[in-house]
């Protein structure tokens, strides 16, 4: 079975601009998160759909956006990119994700993105 | 709130060598712990979980955590340390929802 993809795997940006990073969960899983990793704040959680689904949400300014389509692929979408928004965001796909708190989620490789 | 606590962001072992690493949760419910690890450039990789299934855990490369209630402890060792082990390991409590809450990480690294 293949893993999380993520693409891209690096993206360089300027301030200002927006940037949307997609990601492809494993077959069959329903649940996706986001988190972005950066070396002062750690791994930090955005959000994550179930179902096409926001279901969750972590503390982020709104220009920090996602969605999921109806096959499970997410997209998460930064607008206005400020320079502290370099970091790596790491996709996780998970089976349930809710009822199932112990459900393992599965990361993909990340993209990392840079604003210069 | 739940929390994750890691002891010490780096820790050096010799080849061979006992590896310990550390993890205090808290949690005002049951709560179901991760370890993961990365590797330089790539995401994470889960190496067990608890789920109250049992208090000793094994999982993958070698490593067992055990969950300690009474400690709020959740502490991941490997026997014996090999240069491969050399990444960072982040533990993770779970809440609801899909959402992992993770410690600051632990940088392990491994002297030949």
């Known amino acids: 079975k293949a893993g999380v993809t993520q693409t891209p795997r690096y993206l360089i940006k300027t301030r200002g601009q927006q940037v949307t990073l997609s990601c492809s969960p494993i077959?069959?899983?329903?649940?996706v998160s986001w988190y972005q990793q950066t070396p002062g704040q750690g791994l930090q959680f955005l959000f994550e759909y179930f179902s096409e689904t926001q279901r969750n949400k972590g503390n982020f300014p709104g220009r920090f956006s996602g969605r999921q389509f109806s096959n499970s692929r997410s997209e998460m979408n930064v607008s206005t990119l400020e320079l502290g928004d370099s970091a790596l965001y790491l996709c996780?796909?998970?089976?349930?994700?809710?009822?199932?708190?112990?459900?393992?989620?599965?990361f993909g490789p990340g993209t990392r993105l840079t604003v210069l | 709130a739940q929390s994750v606590t890691q002891l010490g962001s780096h820790v050096s072992v010799s080849e061979g060598a006992l590896v310990l690493l550390r993890c205090n949760y808290s949690?005002?419910?049951?709560?179901?712990l991760f370890w993961y690890v990365q590797y330089p450039n790539q995401g994470l990789q889960l190496l067990l979980k608890y789920t109250s299934a049992a208090t000793l855990v094994k999982g993958i490369n070698g490593f067992e955590a055990e969950f300690k209630k009474s400690e709020t402890s959740f502490h991941l060792t490997k026997p014996s340390a090999h240069m491969s082990d050399a990444a960072e390991y982040f533990c993770?409590?779970?809440?609801?929802?899909?959402?992992?809450?993770f410690g600051q990480g632990t940088e392990l690294s491994v002297k030949p």
């Open positions: 077959s069959g899983h329903r649940s």
């Open positions: 949690s005002s419910v049951p709560p179901y």
């Open positions: 993770a409590v779970r809440l609801g929802g899909g959402k992992l809450i």
């Open positions: 996780a796909s998970s089976v349930s994700g809710g009822a199932g708190y112990a459900d393992t989620q599965y």
